[in-house]
């Protein structure tokens, strides 16, 4: 039964005439189901090198990856093709699917680092160095507009600052704050952040991986939140 928890997280010797799989199982399932649909995003996390090769390795977030697919790699907006695809245990692999982890062989000798995201030429991700999001602030000092932080989506990095808070929920009293000028621990703040750098990110619906963020306030993580939209410049005021 569901009040016994059986076949909810594993599979349940109390029921031995059911062989499929549990809920949790089913559900994973049909979350990579939906992600190997989706468009292209390989975010990069580090560059090995093979012999004279040089092999960007990272986990595919979303959609399938085969040898002789185009990619372009952003926020450079280079296009290459994949040459071969590496994995572990196995040595290649013709096709790889979301959720694995893989290093692609490129046959182009591109500028590639720590931080690229690789997806389909055809369905480009978004790229702004102006976004609109959500977050749960968890720091010692408030959440404050105009202050420097560093903002972390993936493996990209770049410095931050809140430039326009429109949006204080006070998570304990479930409402807003409308007098508020800043975001104190255990609150949620919404609003507009100006990026150092252009952030390649997608919505959080779209892709998990690449909606999503931390923020670090003197070396440490003081909050997390996802990403809505990006903002036009002429929208900051």
């Not at 975010?43 to 990619?71: C, F, H, K, N, T």
């Not at 372009?72 to 296009?79: A, G, M, R």
């Not at 991700?125 to 720091?139: A, E, F, K, N």
Request: hydrophobic share 40%; with cysteine; net charge negative.
């Amino acid at each position: 039964s569901a009040y016994e928890g059986d076949n909810i997280a594993k599979s349940s010797e109390a029921m031995p005439w059911y062989q499929g799989n549990s809920v949790m199982e089913q559900m994973a399932l049909l979350a990579y189901e939906q992600q190997e649909a989706a468009a292209v995003r390989f975010p990069i996390q580090d560059v090995y090198r093979m012999g004279q090769a040089r092999l960007p390795v990272g986990r595919l977030e979303s959609g399938s990856l085969g040898v002789g697919d185009r990619v372009t790699v952003w926020p450079t907006q280079e296009q290459t093709t994949i040459k071969a695809i590496h994995c572990w245990p196995q040595t290649q692999k013709d096709q790889a699917a979301a959720g694995q982890c893989i290093a692609v062989e490129l046959s182009d000798p591109l500028f590639v680092e720590r931080g690229m995201v690789a997806a389909s030429p055809q369905n480009r991700p978004q790229v702004s160095r102006y976004v609109r999001g959500r977050i749960v602030w968890l720091g010692k000092e408030p959440l404050q507009t105009g202050r420097r932080y560093k903002l972390r989506v993936g493996f990209q990095e770049t410095g931050a600052s809140l430039q326009k808070l429109e949006r204080v929920l006070d998570i304990g009293e479930i409402q807003e704050e409308s007098t508020r000028q800043d975001v104190p621990a255990g609150f949620v703040g919404e609003g507009v952040w100006v990026l150092d750098q252009p952030l390649v990110f997608e919505s959080f619906e779209q892709c998990s991986a690449l909606g999503r963020f931390v923020l670090v306030d003197n070396f440490q993580i003081a909050g997390g939140g996802i990403i809505q939209e990006a903002v036009e410049e002429a929208g900051m005021a």
